[in-house]
């Protein structure tokens, strides 16, 4: 379990990469398609931002892949806290996305949030790769 957990953080972490570029698409092919059409509809955001909202899921469900290694591998409480704040980050950045799409102003919380994701994830990397977070804890 400990290679899983190790690699599992890594393929979060180039996930995590990916959404954020994903993102960068779904901004520029809205403003691209306003300034040619002179106007973005919901099903322009809806198209650019799409790749963007399927891999939120996939990664959520990386993140709950990572607390069930660091549990089933008994990898320590050091890597069962970090994966599980992982998973409420996670879990918060689907009604803050919701919460950004009524009320404009507040949707600069999925983007904290998946800040907060971005650093602990990298954090939680680098930990199992050098570090040894992840691993089984001495005597075990």
């Known amino acids: 379990m400990t290679n899983a957990f190790k690699y599992l953080t890594s393929v979060l972490f180039a996930a995590i990469v990916v959404q954020v570029s994903f993102a960068g698409y779904g901004v520029f092919y809205a403003l691209h398609t ?4 002179h106007a973005a509809s919901v099903k322009t ?3 650019g931002f ?22 089933a591998g008994r990898l320590g409480s050091s890597a069962i806290a970090w994966s599980g704040g992982l998973l409420v980050l996670a879990v918060l950045q689907f009604p803050f996305a919701a919460l950004g799409r009524s009320v404009p102003a507040l949707g ?5 949030d998946a800040l ?4 602990a994830a990298a954090l939680l990397a680098h930990r199992a790769w050098t570090t ?6 001495t005597g075990a």
């Open 34 to 37: 306003a300034k040619h059409d």
């Open 45 to 47: 955001f809806d198209h």
């Open 50 to 71: 799409g790749a963007h909202a399927a891999l939120g899921s996939v990664i959520a469900v990386v993140i709950l892949l990572l607390l069930v290694a660091a549990v």
């Open 108 to 112: 600069f919380l999925h983007v904290v």
């Open 116 to 119: 907060a994701i971005y650093a």
């Open 132 to 137: 040894g977070v992840g691993s089984p804890p």
